[in-house]
């Protein structure tokens, strides 16, 4: 049984993010051994969300595709659109549904709820529901926490019921009847072209615990059986999305990666989740590692305990013979069945790859035996071997600068800053640089469009241009590589989103965030021409159908339609580049922050300035008169906030802004209505 596990993860938009070498103390599925975990008792922190916001059940909202999602107060879906479901996710333990308690626990930006805890025996067990934003999507997370001193046994069933029949089932791997190689399905209901089918995002085929499902008649199963350890917390994740078309549904299936639909969750929490591989693990590199005594494997599996005695090890490389001090290596993997081709992890994170060997040949690893004795073993008749989790070599080792993933195998340390890159997109060439980046990922599915993951969370297909890429390694070398060698290049562990960015929605799936560049929104209405400066403008969404015919929501709910006269805008990622984009490629622009014209700021300005008054009248006085501009100032307020020095002032534009609803969005969105071209549905 493997007790430790060592896995160079990586967190980013299709991949890996950061080294981490760590046991993760998981569940096994179907009764099967349990394997390690580093969750521990103590759960990690935002596990849950913060008990701040409550709100009623029912949940009713919609996702950026304008789908219907009507959470129910066990967490389960009511109808959804179209009558699409009758009871949908309903999760079941011991044969019993959570609790409801008739209200939840909702996150600031009011897409995510909590309901619970409830107790049931031993467990505890929560539901956190996500509906995207920026995307036709849903997600589910079962939160089970073992109080006892004692394995427990959860058996596990998320039931779903649609309203009609399911006349048809596609998996992703294209098959009738979900498989061990399957993440998800499609259902298509005999309802009719109005009633949307359903997708069903379940596993990663290669998770440490996957499911069976069930799909006959109108009802599906997805059914677990959980091996929770002594104390340990464990994570189900599961997804739905709504769509009238199949099509649609399908190609969202095949191309979904789980690391841009799980960025908002730290790694602590992340890593708890059992049924998805969400650490982006190397290929191949997967130690045994003991808290106790150094481990060897040998190819008959036989296994050996003790001290190695080692100085430094020597690889013959890609980039030349490397000799790696002992002290920074955590263990080593052999390639293939025989040789001594190895992946050798360090302790900052890199993976290096090449044969075991230095001037005199293949090298041996000395080990001294707890059982007394020392042996010489030639690493070529070796599987594996690795160090002993220490204060020196730790379960998990930070992130510890940008890394170049290969396709050998290789993942090496570069100096970012002395590295240049130039990416071709759709909006035109841009400077890619280091600092303002995430990763860059050239291992893509579709159609080998590459895709640049900026540090704030903005997503840009293209191409990175060059044939070949030097790369200033930590090795102490340059290493000029073929492009098409390079896997990804990761350059920060995680994306930091600034929830007041403004957020572009392209047509080809890029997401933008930063800040429109462009200074006024001239638009042609039925009723004559509107300039709204876009520092105004919370939203902006565009026709499918009818390029450059836009309707814009202002700061005080004003709703704008008609005709862009700019064929292009300008769009600046924070940090990073200025994209010039035509018009006919925006979904939508969303601005969190938009404040009043000029006018009204002078205004709102004045009565702030009376806040610190002397006079307790003359306080009041501005305090009443900013309560009846309505909340629609708070955006404002809350960058006044910012600034304020005065404790006093501080505290009333705080209680001003709870007052005001703390900047909620005064309007729903709104269908956009074409003069004389009738509806347009948005997603």
Known sequence: ?????????????????????????????????????????????????????????????????????????????????????????????????????????????????????????????????????????????????????????????????????????????????????????????????????LLHLVC?????????????????????????????????????????????????????QIRPALRDLPEPVRNLIVNWKTGGALEGLDLDRSTTADTVIEGNDDRKFGTILNKNFTLQTLYGPVTLDAAKVVGMVRLGSHGDRVRVATTDGQVICGQARDAGGPQSLSLELSAGGTLAIPIDRLTEWSYRISKARPQESPFAGPMAVLRSGDCLAFDAAALTMKFQTRYGTVDLEGATLASVDLDSEDGGVHRAMFLNGSVVGGLLLGDELTLPLRLGRPLTVRRDMIKRLVFAEEVRENPELSRAVLTNGDQLLGRLETPKIVLETQYGPAEPPATSVMSMEFSKSHVGWCKTLSWDGSTLRGLLSEQRLAFRIVPGPVLTVHVGQFVSIQRPAAIPPDKVVAVVDRHLAQLGAESYKDRQAAREALMQMGKNIVPLLKVRLGKASDPEVRTALEAIIESLGGGEEPNAPQPMLIPQWGVLQCG
């Open 1 to 197: 049984m493997r007790t430790a596990r060592h896995i160079i993860a990586a967190v980013l938009v299709a991949a890996l993010c950061a080294g981490a070498f760590g046991r993760r103390l998981l569940v096994a599925a179907d009764g099967d051994v349990p394997v390690s975990s580093a969750a521990g008792a103590k759960a990690p922190a935002r596990l849950h969300l913060p008990q701040t916001r409550r709100v009623n059940m029912v949940w009713e909202t919609s996702d950026g595709a304008s789908c219907r999602w009507d959470i129910q107060a066990s967490g389960n879906i009511g109808q959804g659109a179209n009558n699409a479901y009758s009871g949908g996710m309903y999760c079941q333990i011991w044969g019993s549904n959570l609790g409801a308690r008739g209200f939840a626990w909702s996150n600031d930006a009011g897409d995510e709820i909590e309901i619970g805890p409830s107790q049931m025996n031993s467990i505890t067990f929560s539901r956190r529901i996500k509906v995207y934003k920026d995307r036709g999507l849903a997600r589910w997370l079962e939160i089970f926490e073992n109080n006892s001193s004692s394995e427990v046994v959860v058996p596990v069933s998320i039931y779903t019921c649609t309203n009609y029949n399911i006349g048809q089932t596609l998996t992703s791997t294209g098959g009738a009847t979900f498989g061990a190689k399957d993440s998800g399905f499609v259902t298509q209901s005999q309802g009719g072209p109005n009633v949307p089918s």
């Open 204 to 256: 990663s085929p290669n998770a440490d615990v996957l499911p069976s499902v069930t799909v006959q008649g109108n009802q599906i199963y997805v059914r677990y059986n959980l091996r929770i350890a002594a104390g340990m917390t464990v994570v189900l994740c599961h997804f739905e999305s709504q769509n009238n078309s199949t099509t649609e549904l399908s190609k969202l299936m095949k191309g979904f």
